[in-house]
């Protein structure tokens, strides 16, 4: 059989055949072995193709990574669940195999090959539902033990081990526990589920002091521990995240410690702990680390969660009035809700509890917390019909298998069924249903068969109105945004749903009016990132301005100093927080309504940045003064800004590129330690006040990189030290760093005197090379050779035509090297009062230091890549390049920077570029 015969048999009966015969010869194009390999395999590119059909998701897997599909031909025939420790045992594998990939990125991509081989056992029906969600599950639990294991170890070389005092007053070890709450505490994760997690330590103490860092409390250990693990497990890279994190859950919720020690937990919940928080604990397990913690932790607290006091009627109101688990809405405009609509998943997951708080204080036999054991349970104890039991299995499988279709169309959160009629008939072909007809009967059968028991044991006629009237928006507002959020939904404008599902799940109130409506919907539609850092902090809509009203100037410094009170390190830093995102999203709002310049909104991000980074100091040293149980007058730490923060450049995401010093000639107050130690603590709590992720997120990624000796250089150096290194030490490539060094905070008179030294230096040193070299022939090839590397190793992996405004050839840094090596060339420091690049190319080219056509190439060039990046980075966010499949965004950029199209955009662009590289190339080679 030919290849165009075999492809057209083995792709006839799929859903979508057309992608698979697409799929294929894009694989077989880019990779022609791998193609004649899976040719001559008939099962294996069978299965190949079925996935392909069944996920665009998978199948931009297997072109990123054709190397898979031998490691799926050995895995297709496993019919049975890997269990965690199987998982565990292939991850470290695949680790020893992906030695040089970054954690977190080969989390994501081992989660995604593990996908490939449950996702075909889904799709041919090889599992059912439940060992399907069970292997998602155990694929999470051990990718989540091995996260644990790379942070214990960093961790554990910073502090030493942490240790606790057993009852005999011997120290021993203390334990941490990894809790899976929600879906992943029942065992029933779906393809692109939250993990909602909690982080418990066995006992408070302190650890070892043997690791480099010296000894902290076993709550600081164990709050960086899980923060670590989160930013392992969760963090966002080029290749997204393993998961998507939650931590809302815990005791205290965003405001709380990430990592809670076992008394503090078990009193939280028999004391303090909310009714619908105790109900959380009905989907719980320990998911890593030491289970014999849980195991105390629950047997403490189960008596808090199932209560033999519990009324059936209180029962059945709690779970209806749970504010973080009630989130049912009404078929949406969109299409049916598989989870939240009327007859969805939540439905069945609310029966089963409500029954289980209802009799499961005297009956320990419903404790169990997976949704279809329960429900059998139910039926056992006559609490369910079994005509019920029947109809709600059979809607489980059937929502569930739904569900999962759906996220792993392109691996998104979704569970909205599409009204779009393509789409649907895709949906339906892909649940195996000959055609739509029968798939829609069959849904609305489900649905109905799930609300009339849904209705029957709540009793629906009996409850409160607020409740009959069940809409996500009714719960957290009013009807004039219900009514908006439907007509937007209906016109195609999608942006707002995720901020009012956010509403839904928090204690927000808010009064919305048209004003306030009108900012939501345009703030969606130019900026979907800021949108998003909406939907996880739902009360700062609240700050938000209108489109009529005038932007007035803040004193950041004054607001952030006087609201952070020095109680608590968790309490400053979520204030901090607080404040910087409302200050952040104003600036977001006005750049939006085009109120305020982007050159203004650089100043005042820069302002915020030095603000945010004077206050990191003051909650520095309140901590030091904490911990060392005295006050500390001589608190000489200071910071120096490069970068962006050094020529007052800050923009949407910018990273704080900082040079830490001290002046060794303030007396300590602290016995013991040296200068270089006592700083070294203060510093790790200053990078933590600034770049630590909490709950209300983190304000910067701090970079010390371009510290004296780099990544094998101390974090903070005394005055003395860093000014001798850079006279006598510093590499050629580093002056061109620190001709943009700036003072930023700290102890001034020493910040300013630091850096007039560092720049007179930095100037000697280069016109020092004059006497070797009268052309700098030296200082020309090291900015060439460190600009080409940055060319090569930032852009040079860049895929088709796309183009990197920043690294690429022609980018902002053939700009800025070309710039910086003439100022170090013809001895031209940065002015004190203006530090940007436009006014340092109008002082070059009056100097006569740059001839009038570079000058234009260079100032028009950097005017409109400034606009290009402003703009992406408020419509996609931190990217550099520009999104070719996002044409929603770049039809926003082109209108906000007056273009006439996104061919005339990249027509522009691409000139701009040429006369750049042009000059730069007339400068430096």
Known sequence: MSLPDKIEFLTKDLPDAEGSRRFYLQLAEKFPLEGKKLFKNEALLSDILTLASFSPLLATTILQNPGYISWLKNQRESATVSAKEELLESLERF????????????????????????YLRDIRGLGTIAEITEEISNLADAILQYALGIARQELDNRYGIPLEVDKKDRARGAEFC????????????????????????????????????GAVTNREYFAKLAELITKLAGGQTGEGAAYRIDLRLRPNGRVGSLAISLDEAVGYYKTSAQAWERQVLIRSRACAGNVQIFGEFFSAVKSNVFSVNETIENALKNVRLSKEKINLEKTSDRGFNVKLGTGGIREIEFIAQAL????????????????????????DRDLISDLELTELFDAYEFLRRLEHRLQMENGLQTHLVPNELEKRRLVARRMNFSNLTKFDSMLKRQARNVNQIFNRVFGHENLPPQI???????????????????????????NLQPIFSSLEKSDVKINFDKNNLETLEILAEVSPPFAEMLAANPGLIKK???????????????????????????????TLRKNWSCFLLELVVFDVFEKISRREVKRLQTELAQASVETALSITKSELEKRFLKPIENFSLSVLGLGKLGGGGMDYGSDLDLILVYDEDENLPVENLTPAEFYARAVEIFVTTLSS??????????????????????????????LNYLKER???????????????????????????????????????????????????????????????????????KEVDIKFGAGGMLDIYF???????????????????????????RINGFLNEEDFQNFSSGYEFLSRLDHNLRLTVGRLTHLPSANQKALKTIVKRMELDSVKDLSEKLTLHRLEIRESFENILK
């Open 730 to 800: 510093a590499a050629i490539w580093e002056l061109l760093a620190y001709v943009k060094l700036r003072g930023i905070a700290g102890k001034m008179e020493m910040v300013n005197f630091v850096e007039a030294e560092a720049r007179r230096i930095i100037h000697e040193n280069a016109q020092n090379l004059k006497i070797q070299d009268s052309e700098f022939k030296t200082l020309k090839e090291e900015t060439c050779r460190v600009r080409d590397r940055l060319e090569q190793e930032k852009s040079g992996n860049r895929k088709g």
């Open 693 to 722: 992720l909490t709950r209300e997120g983190h304000l910067y990624r701090v970079d010390l990189r371009l510290r004296p000796d780099g990544k094998n250089g101390a974090t903070s150096s005394s005055k003395t030290s860093f």
């Open 818 to 844: 070309a710039v910086r090596f003439l100022q170090l060339r013809h001895n031209v420091p940065d002015d004190a009062e203006n530090r940007s690049t436009d006014f340092i190319l109008q002082k070059l």
């Open 95 to 118: 680790a020893l195999l992906n030695s040089q990939v970054e954690p977190n990125v080969l989390l994501a991509r081992f989660r995604r090959r593990e996908l490939l081989k449950i």
């Open 356 to 379: 289980q708080l209802a009799h499961g204080g005297l009956d320990e036999w419903l404790r169990a917390s997976h949704t279809l054991i329960i429900l059998n349970r139910l039926a």
């Open 468 to 494: 009959n009237a069940v809409s996500n928006t009714e719960i957290i507002t009013d009807r004039p945004a219900k009514t908006f959020l439907n007509q937007k939904s209906a016109a195609g404008n999608y």
């Open 178 to 213: 990894i809790v899976a709450l929600g879906k992943l505490g029942s065992g029933e994760l779906n393809y692109s589920s939250d993990i909602d997690l909690l982080f418990l330590y066995s006992k408070d103490g302190n650890t070892s002091g043997q690791g480099a860092r």
């Open 544 to 574: 938000l301005p209108s489109k009529t009203d005038e932007f007035h100037e803040r004193d950041y410094r004054q607001k952030f100093l006087e609201d952070v009170k020095h109680e608590s390190l968790a309490h400053d830093l979520a």
